[in-house]
């Protein structure tokens, strides 16, 4: 069993920045893919970005390509959300998300451990 604790989100003004942070237990993460997720009120959580187990293979959402970046480090347990250029838009509930598989994918379905969600908020 893996559990997923998300830290880092809060309050920011537009054009600024946050780094999330997903901290895994288990002993399996190093093999497993990762993904953040986004839900804004009203709408359905939509992907943001997946990372393959080493890393070697990401996909990022059109919205968010460019700006930003996902990082998982395997020693420490973590994967990490680099979020620049943040505009109202980015608005949501942010979700980390484990799938027991090392290739990566870009459907919440596929993802069988989830985080408990972090508010990002960015004002106008």
């Known amino acids: 069993q893996v559990q997923l604790v998300e830290s880092g989100g809060g309050l920011v003004q537009a054009g600024g920045s946050l780094r999330l942070s997903c901290e895994a237990s288990g002993r399996s993460f190093s093999s497993y893919a990762m993904g953040w997720f986004r839900q804004a009120p009203g709408k359905e959580r939509d992907i943001v970005a997946a990372v393959s187990w080493n890393g070697g293979n990401a996909y990022y959402a059109d919205s968010v390509k460019g700006r930003f970046t996902l990082s998982k480090d395997n020693a420490k347990n973590t994967a990490y959300l680099q979020m620049n250029s943040l505009n109202p838009a980015d608005t949501a509930v942010y979700y980390c998300?484990?799938?027991?598989?090392?290739?990566?994918?870009?459907?919440?379905?596929?993802?069988?451990?989830w985080g408990q969600g972090t508010q990002v908020t960015v004002s106008s």
């Open positions: 998300a484990a799938r027991r598989d090392t290739c990566m994918a870009t459907m919440w379905g596929y993802y069988d451990y």
